[in-house]
């Protein structure tokens, strides 16, 4: 299994990256090297909206399209939804996302 490098931006500025199997969720990734900025309550079940993420602008074009649930749930996020918002249990990594940059919102409640 391949492995790529994720970059975090948290809200303040602070930035970590961390290095994921391709093939599982950017949630899921995130949530087992401890980035608190994502809850993911529902375990990735797409019923929660607390694993929120903003995807920078040029990575858009590199992610499947949200589908209606997600997109429905994106209506129920604690911070601003903005035109790059994503629910990171929705983001499946893949070679094509090797270096994928993302910034935490300040909240996810």
Not at 45 to 66: E, R
Not at 82 to 90: A, F, I, K, T, V
Not at 104 to 109: E, F, T
């Amino acid at each position: 299994m391949a492995k790529i490098t994720l970059h975090l931006r948290s809200h303040d500025g602070a930035s970590r990256s961390l290095v994921a199997p391709t093939g599982q969720s950017l949630m899921r990734a995130a949530t087992r090297a401890g980035v608190e900025e994502i809850a993911a309550d529902c375990g990735g079940c797409l019923t929660c909206a607390t694993c929120h993420v903003y995807v920078d602008a040029p990575w858009l074009a590199s992610l499947k399209p949200a589908g209606p649930d997600e997109l429905a749930m994106l209506e129920m996020t604690a911070d601003e939804r903005r035109p790059n918002s994503r629910l990171s249990c929705q983001l499946e990594l893949s070679t094509e996302l090797d270096g994928l940059t993302v910034e935490l919102p300040q909240r996810q409640y």
